[in-house]
């Protein structure tokens, strides 16, 4: 737990799941700034992407009064908000949302602030959507540290925005102050692509991982993919192209897709509805509401990042998952990078694994439950 200073006022932040000795702090400078420096106007304020509500809690206890609406696709923010405000007992809790779409009904805003996403294809969709629905010259400030902002930035913000300019850097943060133009990317919200591997056409929502090509972790599992009968959970299913290959492997399989980001699980329903109630979609942080001992295969192309924060929390806890869905003599089968040594993990919780296949980056491994 860290301490974020807000007009002298320290805030309890936690990480969202919290992990004994965790030195990663839940927010970081850009927040900071945001909160310090937005500039808005009174009235009510949309907050897009603030990762686990430091941005939420930090206005919520300077600026009680102020209706906020939230919006993140993550499951796991979501959870992280609504621990940041109960740790700090904060009465004023934010309408949450998980795409724009679902703000169509909400108060018009004074002004809109965006803590910059990883995919500037969700920024840019985040942008049009509130180009086309809310009116022009409404301000907009998206904050962020300097190396994470790519280079393309600039030209991406003054193409739909107006009146932009940056502020100075502090403790190597900006934010980008404008106000919202009318214009639109043109850019279609949804991409599509066809994947060889599955002879299938995929659908990519914007902040969907491996959006506009499959990556070569998934490609490599794909080859090693059993037909297998019974029920399959497909965690972190993303686009759902595992699901859609192990649905088409063995008609007596039901899998379950799990992934903590909304558009993910979006793209994997609409890549996976032919195969009607074969196929159950989540939306959660791993497999915490899934019962134990319910699946006989678990397939997992883990990530080993949070946001920005490169961090193995996550697959620890999608194998410690993964361990306890399983049923007895059930598989996890996952793909990750060799560097990361997952085999050692595996083996602490499984009491070994098996090396399926490996190449100069990644390997395949499965691990079963006795």
């Known amino acids: 737990m860290t301490e974020f200073i807000v007009n002298e006022t320290p805030l309890r932040l936690e990480r969202f799941p919290p992990t004994p000795h965790d030195t990663l702090q839940a927010w970081d400078a850009a927040d900071e700034l945001m909160v ?81 996403p990883r995919s500037l294809r969700l920024l840019t969709q985040q942008l049009d959507w509130l180009n086309r629905h809310l009116p022009s010259g409404t301000p907009v400030v998206l904050a962020a540290r300097q190396k994470d902002m790519p280079s393309s930035l600039p030209e991406l913000t003054r193409s739909l925005l107006d009146e932009v300019h940056p502020s100075r850097a502090v403790k190597k943060a900006r934010l980008i102050y404008g106000q919202l133009s009318g ?25 969907t991982y491996g959006s506009q090509r499959l990556d070569l972790g998934a490609r490599l599992l794909l080859q090693h993919l059993p037909a297998q009968p019974g029920q399959i959970v497909d965690l972190g299913c993303g686009n759902g192209v595992l699901s859609v290959a192990a649905l088409k492997a063995d008609p007596d399989c039901h899998v379950l897709a799990v992934d903590e980001s909304w558009h993910g699980l979006m793209a994997c329903r609409d890549n996976t509805a032919q195969f009607g109630d074969r196929i159950e979609t989540l939306w959660n942080d791993c497999l915490s509401d899934v019962e134990g001992g319910s699946a006989d295969l678990v397939i997992c192309n883990p990530p080993f990042h949070q946001q920005q924060a490169v961090t193995d929390h996550i697959a620890w806890q ?4 993964a361990r306890r869905v ?9 793909v990750g990078n060799r560097h990361l040594g997952y085999h050692i993990k595996l083996t602490r919780l499984f009491g070994g694994c098996q090396t399926l296949a490996s190449n100069a980056k990644f390997v395949v491994l499965e691990a079963q439950k006795r």
């Open 326 to 334: 399983l049923k007895m003599g059930g598989k996890l089968l996952l």
């Open 183 to 207: 214009r639109d990317s043109g850019i279609a919200p949804v991409l599509e692509w066809h994947c060889d591997e599955i002879d299938q056409a995929l659908s990519n929502h914007p902040n």
């Open 36 to 116: 310090a420096a937005h500039q808005l106007p009174d009235g009510p304020i949309w907050i897009f992407n603030d990762q686990f509500g430091a941005i939420a809690a930090a206005m919520a206890s300077t600026e009680p009064q102020r209706p906020q609406h939230w919006l993140n696709d993550s499951f796991v923010s979501h959870q992280g908000l609504t621990q940041n405000l109960e740790l700090n007992e904060l009465a004023c809790v934010p309408h949450t949302y998980r795409e724009v779409a679902e703000l169509a009904d909400a108060p018009v805003p004074a002004g809109v602030l965006i803590k910059l």
């Open 318 to 321: 999608m194998f410690r998952d």
